[in-house]
């Protein structure tokens, strides 16, 4: 929240917090634009069912809790922050499993051996899932992760990760690494505008003096 708000004022529009601490309100010094304090995983689901016009978020969050997110919200502009990744790791000591290639074969012969697909521990379901039918990966199964996904295969409860990360340094910590293939997505805070609200006269008169003075 901070960032966003240091972005915005960067581009002379001031957002600021109103009441105390425990209120989720907030003021915008432009007329017809009012501040709404949300987390982020509930932004997306806000934003595409038009009850907000505007708002930042993850781009990992809007793709994967949005099915067919391009339809109903629009990327206007990445903020330059809140950068990470999204993966696909595997432990170490499997020196054979580098891309996903090297996945798919193992995933196989793991089932044929214990009677059962790899299992893939993951928050981002949509988008792991969509990523690996893509590229023709089909032996594996999703394992919820609403905890610390990195600790999921050494708990015994997935063979493989799929998590967001910006350094790196959990992995490692968790004897994990990524493959090589690339990351699923590359994520950042966005300001994504909702194409399903109501944008009367009103609201687009308020969108052309806040598009101006961001340079959108």
Do not use: C
């Amino acid at each position: 929240m901070g960032k966003t708000v240091d972005w915005f004022g960067a581009r002379d529009v001031l957002l600021t917090l109103t009441g105390d601490d425990r209120e989720y309100a907030g003021a915008v010094d432009l007329d017809g634009v009012e501040l709404v304090l949300l987390s982020a995983g509930e932004i997306p689901r806000e934003l595409a069912a038009g009850r907000i016009h505007l708002g930042v978020t993850g781009t990992d969050m809007v793709q994967e809790k949005v099915a067919l997110w391009d339809t109903r919200i629009e990327a206007l502009a990445a903020l330059g922050f809140g950068n990470a990744d999204l993966v696909i790791a595997v432990p170490k000591f499997w020196v054979d499993v580098d891309t996903l290639g090297d996945l798919d074969s193992v995933a196989a012969a793991f089932r044929a051996e214990h009677g059962h697909r790899l299992r893939i521990a993951t928050k981002y379901h949509r988008l792991v899932r969509e990523y690996l039918r893509g590229v023709g990966v089909a032996d594996y199964q999703l394992v919820d992760s609403q905890g610390a996904t990195e600790g999921t295969v050494k708990n015994l409860t997935a063979e493989a990760i799929a998590d967001i990360t910006s350094t790196g340094d959990t992995l490692r910590a968790n004897h994990l690494k990524p493959l090589k293939d690339g990351p699923v997505l590359r994520s950042q805070a966005t300001l994504f505008k909702s194409r399903t609200a109501d944008w009367d006269s009103a609201a687009q008169t308020a969108f052309k003096a806040l598009e101006a003075k961001l340079n959108l």
